[in-house]
């Protein structure tokens, strides 16, 4: 696993539940080290290993944990340069669904050695969807969830998310698009702005 997903974890972890909640995790999981460096590669078993010591620690569903990672990397003022990767992907967030197929091949262009979830997203009738992620490590559909709860709040739509399991390898997420200007969306400039 890139040592960049492994550093969001941690990075999760310690801005929402603090660097002692980190260390505990990090402790019983008994991997060796306190920190993941970036640019390296992991072994997925130890993302897993990560990932079931921060559900014990923190007291939270494995499946809940992975969701609110995924609503994380796109909402806190942390990561927002990740929210931004995602914006430019369309004008609102009919567009930003359409555009999920392509996101591995995005994602290689800035790291080119991140692999990213497989991902397919089949339109079921005006407004209804079926998300499928394939990947190596178990539960990456409840994070793709967290996601795009995440997205759709940033783009003011109103979303009803459900995770249906396992079908032939991928994780199903059902999206139904109930109103596409729901709400205010979250301010997006095309610049970034120094400061």
């Given at each position: 696993?890139?040592?960049?997903?492994?550093?969001?974890?941690?990075?999760?972890?310690?801005?929402?539940?603090?660097?002692?909640?980190?260390?505990?995790?990090?402790?019983?999981?008994?991997?060796?080290?306190?920190?993941?460096?970036?640019?390296?590669?992991?072994?997925?078993?130890?993302?897993?290993?990560?990932?079931?010591?921060?559900?014990?620690?923190?007291?939270?569903?494995?499946?809940?944990?992975?969701?609110?990672?995924?609503?994380?990397?796109?909402?806190?003022?942390?990561?927002?340069?990740?929210?931004?990767?995602?914006?430019?992907?369309?004008?609102?967030?009919?567009?930003?669904?359409?555009?999920?197929?392509?996101?591995?091949?995005?994602?290689?262009?800035?790291?080119?050695?991140?692999?990213?979830?497989?991902?397919?997203?089949?339109?079921h009738g005006a407004g209804f969807y079926r998300l499928s992620v394939?990947?190596?490590?178990?539960?990456?559909?409840?994070?793709?969830?967290?996601?795009?709860?995440?997205?759709?709040?940033?783009?003011?739509?109103?979303?009803?998310?459900?995770?249906?399991?396992?079908?032939?390898?991928?994780?199903?997420?059902?999206?139904?698009?109930?109103?596409?200007?729901?709400?205010?969306?979250?301010?997006?400039?095309?610049?970034?702005?120094?400061?």
């Amino acid at each position: 696993m890139h040592g960049l997903v492994n550093r969001a974890i941690q990075r999760f972890v310690t801005d929402c539940y603090g660097e002692a909640q980190w260390l505990a995790a990090v402790e019983r999981a008994d991997i060796g080290l306190t920190e993941f460096e970036a640019m390296l590669t992991y072994e997925d078993e130890l993302t897993e290993q990560v990932l079931a010591a921060v559900s014990d620690v923190l007291d939270r569903p494995y499946e809940e944990l992975l969701e609110d990672i995924g609503t994380y990397l796109v909402s806190h003022p942390n990561v927002e340069a990740l929210r931004r990767l995602l914006r430019f992907s369309g004008v609102d967030f009919t567009d930003f669904l359409h555009s999920l197929d392509d996101l591995p091949d995005r994602a290689r262009l800035a790291v080119s050695d991140l692999e990213l979830p497989r991902i397919e997203l089949k339109q079921h009738g005006a407004g209804f969807y079926r998300l499928s992620v394939q990947s190596r490590v178990p539960g990456a559909g409840h994070l793709f969830t967290g996601v795009l709860r995440a997205m759709a709040d940033d783009y003011g739509a109103l979303v009803f998310l459900e995770h249906q399991g396992n079908t032939n390898g991928s994780e199903v997420v059902a999206v139904s698009l109930l109103e596409t200007e729901f709400a205010e969306g979250r301010g997006f400039d095309l610049g970034a702005r120094a400061g």
